[in-house]
């Protein structure tokens, strides 16, 4: 019979956590105050002349859209106005339901009934009402009454609230409308799609789209690189997904996250000992100041053939320093690392530790045959013991212990 547990059977093969920041969809998709302030400003003047807005510069230049005659009629003026009032004063409640009033009356024109729609868009966004938000911006791109840049920036805000709301199908539509229509190749807009795609999963077309993007802009958003490393690795494209993280990290070389990402690539690309080298950089420079962290450098120790030695110390030093947290599974990584480093003695005394904590009897029974193959005999069988009360998968494997010879 095997005294001793192997290593395949009792290794403790703790997953390693990506860390790794996705591109999140911004929740400010709404207009800023400065937007709004412009937009009441042109609703103003336009009320006053019954003509068109002030004219702005065309941010759509290219686009397939032929932009209506955006005009306010003298009735639909002193309606828009009122609403405007209202909603300069903050009363959402009557702004909404003015702005639902101009939408529904049908002899007012196109860009009355848009306007009033935006303004139903952010009295309703405001409220954290997203469900409606949408919907108001959908009848204001229906209703097809906006300057071409009102409506495409419309447009384009719905499809971002669409994919917070993980609407990703409707979302990806939207941002297919938007860039064909708009033909906007802004890096802006095409790393909404890109987003999309990496969340419904359809990695390689997404990658396709954020590399365009970051590749279009002067200065891409760290985010978005992250979005890519993470379409890289989703996709199984490892190697890719380690350029991008060792470039990241080569630009911020005292940022913990951008060194625990190319961590994580590494660990994802089957390159732990790329990891391991990260990770103990980074430990050398003091930079371990969570559990986590200790954590991911000595899973991945053990996930390395004949680097138990080093698992065992890390775990030593996040113990004493008090950072990585005395628990079972601490414990019982560092029982195994002795052992597997040949340091029974250590071994055992971690054992001791783990087993209380443990959910069943296994750990006690790990810790009888450690105990045997140390001719602890007496000792062994109080393992074993403990391993039955506490609940083992083969009961049988602890009464053999206790059946061996010796107090």
Do not use: C
């Amino acid at each position: 019979m095997n005294k001793q547990p192997t290593r395949n059977s009792t290794l403790l093969a703790a997953a390693i956590g990506a860390v790794l920041v996705f591109g999140a969809v911004s929740q400010a998709t709404a207009q800023t105050a400065s937007e709004r302030s412009a937009q009441r400003r042109a609703a103003r003047e336009s009320n006053k002349t019954a003509g068109a807005p002030a004219k702005v510069e065309n941010q759509y230049p290219n686009a397939t859209r032929t932009a209506p005659e955006a005009k306010a009629s003298s009735k639909g003026g002193a309606k828009l106005q009122k609403m405007m009032d209202a909603f300069d004063k903050e009363k959402a409640a009557d702004a909404r339901a003015q702005a639902d009033a101009i939408i529904a009356d049908t002899s007012l024109n196109a860009y009355e009934r848009s306007f009033a729609a935006q303004i139903g868009f952010q009295v309703a966004y405001d409220a954290d009402d997203n469900k409606a938000a949408m919907e108001y911006l959908k009848k204001a791109i229906e209703i097809n009454g906006l300057d071409n840049n009102s409506h495409f920036d419309r447009m384009f805000v719905l499809a971002q609230l669409q994919l917070q709301e993980e609407q990703y199908a409707e979302s990806l539509v939207t941002i297919d409308r938007f860039l064909n229509e708009s033909k906007s190749t802004k890096p802006e807009h095409l790393i909404i799609k890109g987003n999309v795609l990496y969340r419904l999963e359809r990695y390689p077309e997404a990658a396709t789209v954020i590399k365009q993007a970051i590749d279009a802009s002067p200065e891409p958003k760290p985010e978005w690189q992250n979005l890519l490393m993470a379409t890289y690795v989703e996709g199984n494209q490892g190697a890719e997904a380690a350029k991008i993280a060792e470039q990241i990290a080569a630009k911020n070389p005292n940022d913990k996250r951008a060194q625990m990402n190319v961590a994580a690539v590494y660990s994802q690309a089957d390159m732990l000992d790329k990891a391991a080298a990260v990770l103990e950089k980074m430990r050398a420079a003091g930079q371990f100041t969570e559990d986590k962290d200790y954590r991911q450098l000595y899973s991945t120790y053990l996930n390395l053939e004949g680097k138990e030695k080093q698992a065992a110390s890390v775990i030593t030093e996040g113990l004493e320093k008090g950072i990585l947290k005395p628990d079972y599974q601490a414990y019982v990584a560092l029982a195994q690392s002795y052992y597997f480093s040949e340091q029974a003695g250590k071994s055992i005394d971690a054992y001791k530790k783990a087993a209380p904590l443990a959910p069943d009897g296994e750990t006690y029974l790990n810790l009888a045959r450690v105990l045997w193959s140390e001719d602890r005999i007496p000792e062994a069988k109080e393992a074993a013991k403990q391993a039955i009360a506490k609940g083992v998968k083969k009961p049988d494997d602890a009464k053999k212990i206790l059946a061996l010879k010796g107090k």
